[in-house]
């Protein structure tokens, strides 16, 4: 596709249920980001995928947390025992490779809500 | 934190006037970069600026950094109501890792 797609785009799950988010970058992109947005918030650096790299993972708030990505294709975030304050927007961004001299292209996002 | 801070959180204007988001961060930078963010969508990059530039302009956009203190400024020109968004500015620190920090945005609104 053109752009990042992410799924869904919306998800109300009760606490204490498993959700798995979905990426697809823009093909040819090795750099992948997460990040999560609370209401009316700045962006938090969740975890970072490069290529074939380990992952930096130091963004993840709490073992609950866990992403994965095959290769330079799509990747899933997963939440386990969902709490109510992991409700927010999901944010994937994908770039052409590593470095701050290359913009980040962003998805619209997963708003999640946990009841 | 790296953190970059936008000021104002909130700004509201008249269409056709000029509208200055600062941005200030904490530690030395690579590149600075500014986006914006429409409700319910994904961050959008509008323009980049290096640690060895001062400014930099695109269409109405001009972005100035200044190293020595910290900061850097987003002005929009002649804005328009479709110019109604949140704006960010992301800091790259690499000696940090590979993380982007953005700051907490500034809400502007463009009256028509």
């Known amino acids: 596709g053109a752009g990042v797609s992410q799924s869904p785009s919306n998800k109300v799950t009760e606490k204490g249920k498993d959700v798995e988010l979905r990426c697809d970058p823009i093909?040819?992109?090795?750099?992948l980001y997460w990040y999560r947005q609370r209401l009316g918030q700045g962006l938090e650096f969740l975890i970072y995928?490069?290529?074939?790299?380990?992952?930096?993972k130091s963004g993840l708030p709490s073992d609950r947390f866990s992403a994965e990505r095959t290769g330079e294709s799509v990747s899933t975030l997963t939440i386990q025992r969902t709490q109510q304050e992991d409700s927010a927007v999901y944010l994937c961004?994908?770039?052409?490779?590593?470095?701050?001299?290359?913009?980040?292209?962003f998805g619209d996002g997963t708003r999640l809500s946990i009841l | 934190s790296q953190q970059g801070e936008e000021d104002p959180q909130a700004l509201s204007i008249q269409e056709g006037e000029n509208a200055t988001m600062n941005c200030s961060y904490k530690?030395?930078?690579?590149?600075l970069q500014w986006y914006r963010q429409n409700s319910g969508r994904g961050l959008v990059h509008l323009i980049l600026i290096r640690s060895n530039e001062r400014e930099k302009h695109s269409g109405r956009l001009r972005v100035t950094l200044d190293t020595s203190k910290k900061s850097s400024s987003l002005l929009i020109t002649a804005s328009r109501a479709a110019d109604t968004a949140s704006y960010f500015c992301?800091?790259?620190?690499?000696?940090?890792?590979?993380?982007?920090?953005f700051g907490t945005g500034t809400s502007l609104t463009v009256i028509p």
């Open positions: 530690t030395s930078i690579n590149n």
């Open positions: 995928f490069q290529g074939n790299s380990a992952p930096d």
């Open positions: 961004a994908s770039s052409q490779w590593r470095g701050g001299n290359q913009p980040q292209h």
């Open positions: 093909s040819g992109h090795t750099a």
């Open positions: 992301a800091t790259d620190a690499s000696q940090f890792g590979n993380q982007f920090y």
